[in-house]
């Protein structure tokens, strides 16, 4: 019988051993080796093979057309469960025999403790409030990204010549430059107290939103800024329109904005305050209110919108739901809410609960968040949801390894999911400073750093990998002066 008689549909999974062994060893402080595996879908030429009988060298040398190529890290128990999946998915009876007697041969011939093949390496790039009276900034609560001219930019909530927060520029090295102070307007007209980091547009210009301040004083704006930092407010909220916008912009795929206002809005709540809402913005600053969350639908949504590869967007509520403990939400363009998820719906809110950080779409199609609270241990979760509304809880932080996460994650070059941890970790448990972390699709979280205070502590705000393979990030206090840093976290090779 032939190879492609054999396989279906004329495909099969298998994985390349083109450069010694298929095996390379890492992930920093796990005692665990992992397997990295490169698959390859190929498909046969007609070569008469009796994989059975076929040494896996043997194989790789037959010439097949390439058809995907992928990388991905595996942990020995995580290979197993993927192996399961692809026979299932894939393989004929016959074929998924032949194939994983060769994969678990290779996975058996493994040391059972491997030596990892990296380590990390945290350097505190900038403490805020290192020039007079804090001109420089203090207390970054956002995000930074990394532009097109390869520097960070970012904002902090304090600071800066007004002490009403900055917009600011810093290079890989450290370098920064304060780009523009909030309330530098009679009445703090320009905004005030940015709580939400920036994006780069497709102009090359900078968007943001200040959680207070603009023309009605109060209720926060939407801002423009140049990478020489020239700001133009281009929209001020009022309160029914929103208010408090907190959780950052996107630019979607028809080129507006979009974002969320954590209060504001037509709909009353709690203690009488008003829900929040979901807004769309146009470039030029023309608001169109999309949604008003009531309560039962969500409140509070303090993370900010992805757009999905569907189309539609999709996002968290800090509170509301079924049970007042935060939503997980689909938002079409025109307007229209499905709420896929409640929180705290399992006994004891095992599934977490109050999401505090937005989502992200991971290149599986799935969405991953965090929540601030709930999960086993009350220190709050990693968890996968499906666009259907299917809720995974990854992981339960317990104090030890970090709790309360607030930010979005990333996923990263290597496949693998990174973020911060506001409070927790192993200098202080659950009343701890703060971590960093990584964690598998699958759920197997690492530690990377737990913040100590003279290195920077309660970190706020993600994560940002930039194009040198590092990862950025601030704290909101601690450092040299207590007022925050900007920090970087390399992987290096032993």
Known sequence: ????????????????????????????????????????????????????????????????????????????????REI??????????????????????????????????????????????????????????ATLIQASDG????????GGANYYGTVFKISLSGTLTTLYNFCSQSYCADGGYPHAGLIQATDGNFYGEALTGGANRYYGTVFKITPSGTLTTLYSFSGPDGAEPDGGLIQASDGSFYGTTAAGGTKTCLFGYSCGTVFKITPSGTLTTLYNFSGPDGEE????????????????????????????????????????????????????????????????GDLYGTTFTGGANNDGTVFKITPSGRLTTLHAFDGNDGGEPTDVLIQASDGNFYGTAVAGGAKGGASGLGTVFKITPRGRLTTLHTFDGSDGSNPWAGLVQA????????????????????????????
Not at 42 to 64: C, G, H, M, Q, Y
Not at 151 to 158: A, E, K, Q, S
């Open 151 to 158: 520097n960070l930019y970012g904002t902090t909530d304090t």
């Open 467 to 494: 194009s040198d393979g590092n990862f950025y990030g601030t704290t909101y206090v601690g450092g040299a002066n207590d007022d925050g840093t900007v920090f970087r976290l390399a992987l290096a090779r032993k």
């Open 301 to 364: 949504p303090y993370g900010g919108l992805i757009q999905a590869t569907d189309g539609n967007f999709y996002g968290t509520t800090f509170a509301g739901g079924t049970v007042d403990a935060g939503t997980v939400f689909k938002i079409t363009p025109s307007g229209t809410l499905t709420t896929l998820y409640s929180f705290c719906s399992l006994p004891n809110c095992n599934d977490g609960g109050f999401p505090h950080a937005g989502l992200i779409q991971a290149r599986n």
């Open 84 to 141: 399961d999946m692809l026979n299932k998915r894939f393989c004929s009876t016959l074929h998924r025999s032949a194939i994983v007697t060769l994969l678990l041969t290779v996975i058996a011939a493994l040391p059972a403790n491997a030596e990892h093949s990296y380590r990390v390496l945290y350097t505190t790039l900038y403490s805020f409030c290192s020039q007079t009276d804090c001109s420089d900034g203090s207390d970054p609560l």
């Open 1 to 80: 019988m032939s190879f492609r008689n054999r396989i279906c549909p004329q495909r099969y999974i298998f994985l390349s051993t083109s450069a010694n062994p298929l095996l390379t060893h890492s992930r920093a402080g796990t005692e665990r080796p992992e397997i990295a595996i490169k698959l390859l879908v190929f498909k046969s030429i007609a070569s008469e093979i009796d994989l059975r009988n076929s040494s896996l060298e043997k194989v790789t040398r037959i010439r097949l057309n390439v058809i995907t190529n992928s990388i991905r890290l595996f942990e020995r128990d995580e290979l197993r």
